[in-house]
């Protein structure tokens, strides 16, 4: 399998697409490493990972604190002694008109879905593996977006330019970056959207994808099948922004 003998880090994998991901990578040979704020939430993915045969670790972590950041890094290698797949998958969403917007949520959103990726990725730069990956798990909202979300739509797009930035500084490390933007998910976030919940924003059935989708490509993008895809971004939307 394309992942034996690697160990790979999934953030927000306790649910949706992170958890989709973490089983993908499980069942193609990684050892995996679910890294989540919610500890029940990592436990039960832990679980369900493990139960296809791969070695899982669950590791609770608020990717906005740089220190259990660095505690998820250090106890992987301690346990498995490398890792080489980083999957920057933990986010959150801030639901309002944006002259309501208050620092603290604007802070909120970017320590979660801008600097937990960049404390994880600064960790791998120091201590991953040469041939290592990491995946950037932006969204469609980086380059199209609807009302209520500012935050999210622009720490989203923030993280298309760590992905950039990160892609150009990690190539002398032997180290690949990439990112995914994911469409309409079938996931709680998107079902939990006060946008589509009021019917603000109407979404066709036959336009949301299913977090296995968005992990297929993330598999891809972390394998040595990708090793020469640097710095790309890949909508994973079923088309629909071409609609849009």
Not at 207 to 217: M, R, Y
Request: charged share 20%; aromatic share 6%; glycine share 10%.
């Amino acid at each position: 399998m394309m992942f034996t003998g690697k160990v790979a880090i999934v953030t927000g994998g306790g649910s949706g697409i992170g958890l989709a991901t973490a089983v993908r990578l499980g069942a193609l040979g990684a050892t995996v490493v679910i890294a989540d704020v919610s500890a029940p939430h990592a436990e039960a993915a832990a679980t369900k990972v493990g139960a296809g045969g791969a070695a899982v670790w669950a590791s609770t972590c608020d990717v906005s604190k740089e220190s259990q950041v660095a505690a998820t890094v250090r106890g992987t290698v301690e346990r498995f002694g490398r890792w080489d797949v980083l999957v920057n998958n933990a986010g959150l969403m801030t639901f309002k008109p944006l002259d309501e917007h208050t620092e603290e949520d604007w802070l909120r959103v970017l320590h979660v879905d801008l600097l937990g990726a960049f404390f994880f990725t600064k960790q791998a730069f120091g201590t991953m593996q040469r041939g290592g990956s990491i995946v950037n798990v932006s969204s469609i909202h980086a380059v199209e977006t609807t009302p209520l979300v500012a935050s999210y739509a622009a720490a989203k797009a923030a993280l298309l330019s760590l992905t950039r930035s990160s892609a150009l500084e990690g190539k002398a490390k032997g180290l690949r970056v990439n990112a995914v933007l994911p469409g309409a998910i079938d996931t709680p976030m998107l079902w939990s959207n006060p946008n589509v919940r009021s019917g603000a924003e109407t979404i066709s059935r036959a336009d949301v994808g299913a977090a296995e989708d968005v992990a297929a490509v993330i598999a891809y993008l972390a394998s040595d099948d990708a090793r020469f895809v640097q710095g790309a971004m890949v909508r994973v939307d079923g088309g629909r922004l071409d609609r849009l």
